[in-house]
Structure formats: structure tokens, C-alpha cells
């Protein structure tokens, strides 16, 4: 079933294949800032559905992960990420974590919450 979230404006909307079964809070200090839940898809299962034009892109440290927000409102709204599963990036691989905060009638305490020590493995 597909799942559609957007950003608190609506200037980004987006949408994934299906709901996630967990989500992910991580502990970098930049997620920590933002206050995101994360759920992480291939890239096949994400769909922009509005024009990109108010969408932004956040780089830090390495320049690895591509975080984007709404220019607009501000929300954090996804990010482009190598698979960080086995502890490393692994590129061959790449995964798009969208902010599960952002998503339309869905029940965040509905699912298991994991937490990633991003502090201190990045």
C-alpha cells in the first residue's frame, strides 16, 4: 500500500511502495538537531510527487549522505545514504531514509523504534 508524506508547507510531497514496519532514530549530532525518525527504502520505492523547486540539500563531514530539506518550511524531508547495515558505506547499495514524521495518517507508535549510535560511529 503506498504511503504518502509531505513537508509542513506541502511545497515537498513524496511517496514509498509501503509503510515502514520500524523506524530509526539516530544519534549524530546533526539527526539529534533535527529530530527525525528515519525509515529506510531502496531508491525504486521512493517517489518525489511535486516539482523539486523548493528542495534543498544539506552535506557535512564527508559529504556521504545528502540530506534535503524545504527551503519553505525547513522539514528535514529524506535523505540519500549508502547502506550503512555492516557497519561501513556501502555504495553499491543506496538507500533513501525518509523522515517518518512527515508521513500522512500514519501511527508512529505503531512501530518499534531502533536507534543508530550515529555519534559515535560518524
Known sequence: MT???SCHCGATRFEVDEAPAT???CTCTYCSKRGALWAYYRPAQFRLTAPAQHAATYRWNTG???HHF????GCSTYVETPDWS???ADFDNPKISIN??????????AVPVETIDGR???
Do not use: E, M, P, Y
Open 120 to 122: 559515535n560511529l560518524w
Open 86 to 88: 555492516s557497519g561501513s
Open 100 to 109: 517518518t514524521r512527515l508521513l500522512d495518517d500514519f501511527d508512529l507508535d
Open 23 to 25: 523506524v530509526t532514530r
Open 70 to 73: 524545504c527551503t519553505v518550511c
Open 3 to 5: 504511503v504518502k508524506g
Open 64 to 66: 556521504t549522505i545528502a
